[in-house]
């Protein structure tokens, strides 16, 4: 049989049972999770494992993210078909994936160079096309691609990272993990005009963001 088909059923029962039942109605955001194939996101020894309700190892200490955390994320991001997304922490590419297919174009960033090359690697032979992966310290924003409609932190950062602010389009949604190693809380940061509306959600559990605007070193457990 192929994977294809193999794992149709057990992401069938992922869109059910983890995110239908727990509240997320966005058919957009249901639908692009029902469509990119996670087992082709995860080291191929967890591709058993890829439909479960947590995140999994990637390497160097790095996950990707619980499939609830990825929708929450995405679906509060209310994205239409022609907005540009930035993603800070790309990883293995999944959460990049799902963006794709809600926006018109997905840039990510990943400090890590063998994830960023890996996951650059997998969205292409995969065939999506419209998303740009760099490599670098994503607490700097990419400015040369900004204004972005949505901005997706998929690490906890101490604060704000003040450039993201300034790269959001008017009318743009960003959000991010803030908090240390051990809690953290999802905020979501609209801009206004020249103020920026914040509300909190759930708590979360994210890897660190490492870099300028983010923490200097990972935090200590
Ligand atoms: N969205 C990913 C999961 C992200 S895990 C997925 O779908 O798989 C968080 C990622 O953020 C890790 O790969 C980590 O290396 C990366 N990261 C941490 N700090 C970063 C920074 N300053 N800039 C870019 N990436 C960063």
Redesign the pocket.
């Given at each position: 049989m192929l994977d294809s088909e193999k794992y149709g059923p057990q992401r069938t029962e992922m869109i059910e049972k983890q995110l239908r039942r727990r509240g997320i109605t966005d058919a957009t955001v249901l639908a692009a999770m029902a469509e990119v194939p996670r087992h082709e996101?995860v080291p191929h020894e967890l591709r058993s494992r890829a439909y479960e309700d947590a995140p999994l190892p990637?390497g160097?200490g790095?996950?990707?993210?619980q499939p609830y955390i990825?929708a929450a994320m995405t679906a509060a991001l209310r994205l239409q078909p022609e907005d540009r997304v930035l993603?800070?922490?790309?990883?293995?590419?999944?959460?990049?994936?799902?963006l794709s297919r809600l926006a018109k174009e997905v840039f990510?960033?990943?400090?890590?160079a063998e994830?960023a090359s890996a996951?650059s690697e997998k969205l292409a032979r995969l065939g999506y096309s419209n998303v740009h992966v760099h490599?670098?310290?994503?607490?700097?924003g990419l400015p040369e691609f900004a204004p972005f409609d949505a901005i997706?932190v998929?690490?906890a950062a101490p604060a704000v990272p003040q450039p993201l602010l300034g790269q959001l389009a008017e009318g743009g949604r960003m959000i991010l993990p803030i908090g240390d190693a051990e809690h953290q809380e999802l905020r979501l940061i609209e801009k206004q005009g020249t103020a920026f509306l914040t509300s909190t959600m759930e708590g979360c559990r994210?890897?660190?963001?490492?870099?300028?605007?983010?923490?200097q070193e990972p935090p200590s457990r």
């Amino acid at each position: 049989m192929l994977d294809s088909e193999k794992y149709g059923p057990q992401r069938t029962e992922m869109i059910e049972k983890q995110l239908r039942r727990r509240g997320i109605t966005d058919a957009t955001v249901l639908a692009a999770m029902a469509e990119v194939p996670r087992h082709e996101f995860v080291p191929h020894e967890l591709r058993s494992r890829a439909y479960e309700d947590a995140p999994l190892p990637i390497g160097g200490g790095q996950t990707i993210s619980q499939p609830y955390i990825v929708a929450a994320m995405t679906a509060a991001l209310r994205l239409q078909p022609e907005d540009r997304v930035l993603e800070i922490g790309t990883g293995c590419g999944y959460q990049a994936a799902v963006l794709s297919r809600l926006a018109k174009e997905v840039f990510t960033i990943e400090r890590r160079a063998e994830l960023a090359s890996a996951a650059s690697e997998k969205l292409a032979r995969l065939g999506y096309s419209n998303v740009h992966v760099h490599c670098g310290d994503g607490t700097l924003g990419l400015p040369e691609f900004a204004p972005f409609d949505a901005i997706l932190v998929a690490a906890a950062a101490p604060a704000v990272p003040q450039p993201l602010l300034g790269q959001l389009a008017e009318g743009g949604r960003m959000i991010l993990p803030i908090g240390d190693a051990e809690h953290q809380e999802l905020r979501l940061i609209e801009k206004q005009g020249t103020a920026f509306l914040t509300s909190t959600m759930e708590g979360c559990r994210f890897v660190p963001l490492v870099g300028y605007y983010g923490w200097q070193e990972p935090p200590s457990r």
